[in-house]
């Protein structure tokens, strides 16, 4: 697979920043969801929004699963982009999302984090029973950014068991090593532009779970949290069961585990991504030989944008989905 950023775009943040607000997510009108509540083990819920495969796909169409980044959810320039192409590929569509993430607080003391993968196996067992009781195919899963480095911690953990639940897996721009992911986001621009955007969202909710839980974690340290180590010392580690930012970095990050993974699985990032250390991607010798990677010099984080102004998102899902489909 290649990619050539359009000239018009130069450098991972202009193709990062262009592609979430300004480029054609799809023609026409925006995808129609259905939306399901799910209510989880331990007494809380999650809500999943579906696109139906077209009638045309008949009665064992795929089913291709999207787990979305970092405060994103199905309304996210790239969620909208895939299902597109799931359309178009006669799939149906899903997108849960992760607690908190629907546009409603969850129940429970708790809410996500980048490598709960034990949340995803869930997920994707209940998808695959689902998707199977109605008579569909093959179950594919994709995961952006954060959804992607749980994604594959889960493919990693399931080892030879993951061909039961999915057919093919695909990581889309994910900090597979969150370690640097979070060093880099945490400097100069990225820092003044993107950690502001994540904790202008992310603090308010984790202040509606302190009110919640009364005594949860301590007020004053997460509204004087200046980045998202921080952010996660004092709030993700905890309420998770991490001792600190370290150890939930170490032990989320998916990198160290790529070679346990037994189920197709295609990485993609890109090398500008400003997110994302270049020299923290997995080489093709630390993965394995189940695991495809695809590393394009330009991309930004989840942009890829193609065309003329103000050009569209559609060529990554386009080639993530046409990986995949090749396991339907």
Not at 83 to 97: C, E, Q, T
Request: with cysteine; proline share 7%; aromatic share 10%.
């Amino acid at each position: 697979m290649d990619y050539a950023a359009p000239r018009w775009l130069p450098g991972g943040n202009l193709q990062t920043i262009w592609a979430a607000l300004y480029a054609r997510r799809f023609d026409g009108l925006a995808p129609i969801y259905r939306r399901e509540r799910w209510p989880t083990p331990d007494g809380d819920f999650i809500d999943v929004d579906f696109v139906d495969a077209p009638a045309s796909a008949g009665a064992h169409a795929p089913l291709l699963v999207l787990f979305h980044g970092l405060e994103g959810s199905s309304r996210s320039h790239y969620a909208e982009a895939f299902a597109v192409l799931a359309a178009s590929r006669g799939m149906a569509f899903a997108v849960p999302h992760f607690r908190g993430c629907s546009g409603e607080l969850n129940l429970a003391p708790r809410a996500y984090h980048s490598g709960d993968f034990e949340e995803i196996g869930w997920i994707l067992a209940r998808m695959r029973d689902q998707h199977a009781a109605k008579g569909g195919g093959p179950v594919l899963a994709a995961g952006v950014s954060l959804g992607g480095n749980a994604l594959m911690r889960w493919a990693s953990e399931a080892g030879e068991t993951a061909s039961a639940v999915v057919s093919a897996v695909a990581s889309v721009c994910a900090p597979l090593d969150l370690a640097a992911g979070g060093d880099a986001i945490g400097r100069g621009f990225n820092k003044l532009v993107y950690t502001r955007m994540f904790l202008n969202t992310m603090k308010p909710k984790a202040l509606a779970k302190l009110a919640q839980f009364p005594g949860l974690f301590d007020r004053e340290r997460l509204v004087s949290a200046r980045n998202l180590y921080e952010f996660d010392n004092v709030f993700t580690a905890p309420l998770h069961g991490f001792r600190d930012a370290e150890d939930y970095w170490a032990r989320g990050s998916a990198k160290p585990h790529l070679a346990s993974v037994r189920v197709p699985a295609l990485v993609v990032n890109a090398l500008n991504d400003p997110f994302i250390p270049a020299r923290s991607l997995p080489a093709q010798r630390e993965v394995g030989s189940h695991v495809t990677l695809w590393q394009p010099a330009h991309g930004g984080h989840v942009g890829f944008p193609t065309g003329l102004p103000p050009g569209h998102v559609r060529g990554m899902p386009e080639r993530v989905g046409g990986w995949l489909a090749e396991f339907a």
